[in-house]
């Protein structure tokens, strides 16, 4: 496998954390973005610069100078970007009425936004050189939106979206854009999730008491039943990278718990857009 240049978002924890160290260590150079690497981050930023093939930046992803500050970095110590890693994102956990105007507005700034911020610069790169990988990690609450997630659920749709539609726009371009989706797993997500700041709602949902609990103790014995292993993602990224450049699939479903349905309804999905996408007339980009 030739050398390659791959900006990853988010290692400074979790799954980010983990596909720089995988992606590294295949000798690729990796230029891996995390925020406030001389504070809250800085021990992590310090770790991960000391790994070979790593190169650490202070990015902002909701900041387009952030980004595009990154971005003139690497292509002018590299001259390239050859895949591009969106692994950063952010949760919200709550009943949906909670969240304000704001809540959503931030979960597509993290979400969305960053994604596009740095899509759209890699693409011109990617089209100059005929060739690139774009992988966005949305997630299997991108598919479906569950309770008490319908924020989060709603941020990771709209990424789908704007995957799917680019994957195919791309494609004769030279470039690939997969879709990577996670289920649920054990990483510091988990302790950085966010609630809806209108807390005054609650208690229009008496009739629903018990049920968060529920769920939780159900996550934990799927959880301690399959021991979902975040190393998962880092691995699956690494087969994306290293497949044939048009041979790579739409959408990769990361998860030992209950990732079936998801397969199903991505398969189901498939047949019925390769249906529509015929009457357009579009026949030729699913080639």
């Known amino acids: 496998m030739s050398k390659k240049v791959v900006l990853i978002t988010g290692t400074n924890s979790g799954f980010g954390w983990l596909t720089a160290h995988s992606v590294a260590a295949l000798g690729h150079q990796v230029y891996a973005t995390m925020r406030d690497t001389t504070g809250k981050n800085a021990e992590k930023a310090n770790e991960l610069s000391q790994v070979e093939n790593v190169k650490v930046l202070d990015v902002e992803l909701t900041n387009d100078e952030s980004v595009k500050k990154a971005f003139d970095s690497i292509i002018e110590a590299e001259g390239r970007i050859d895949v591009l890693v969106n692994n950063a994102g952010a949760s919200m956990f709550g009943l949906g009425e909670t969240a304000t105007a704001a809540d959503i507005q931030r979960m597509l700034d993290i979400n969305v936004l960053g994604p596009w911020r740095t899509t759209k610069l890699a693409l011109p790169v990617m089209r100059e050189q005929s060739e690139g990988l774009i992988i966005n990690v949305t997630s299997g609450f991108g598919r479906v939106s569950f309770p008490y997630f319908t924020a989060y ?92 450049k048009g041979a790579r699939p739409l959408r990769t479903v990361i998860d030992p718990t209950t990732g079936e349905y998801i397969k199903t309804i991505n398969a189901v999905q498939q047949v019925e857009l390769k249906k529509a996408m015929e009457a357009y007339g579009l026949k030729e980009l699913l080639a």
Do not use: N, W
């Not at 990771?156 to 879709?179: C, N, Q, T, V």
């Not at 797993?185 to 529920?214: H, I, N, W």
């Not at 769920?215 to 290293?242: N, R, S, T, W, Y």
């Open 153 to 244: 659920c709603a941020s990771k749709y709209a990424l789908e979206g704007l995957s799917e539609g680019l994957h195919y726009e791309l494609r004769p371009l030279g470039i690939d854009l997969a879709i990577l989706e996670p289920g649920g797993f054990p990483t510091e997500m988990g302790t950085k999730v966010q609630f809806g700041a209108d807390a005054s709602v609650a208690g229009g949902y008496k009739v629903l008491d018990g049920l968060q609990d529920r769920m939780f103790a159900a996550i934990g014995q799927l959880f301690e039943i399959h021991k979902p292993d975040p190393q998962m993602i880092a691995d699956a990224v690494v087969e994306l990278i290293g497949q044939p």
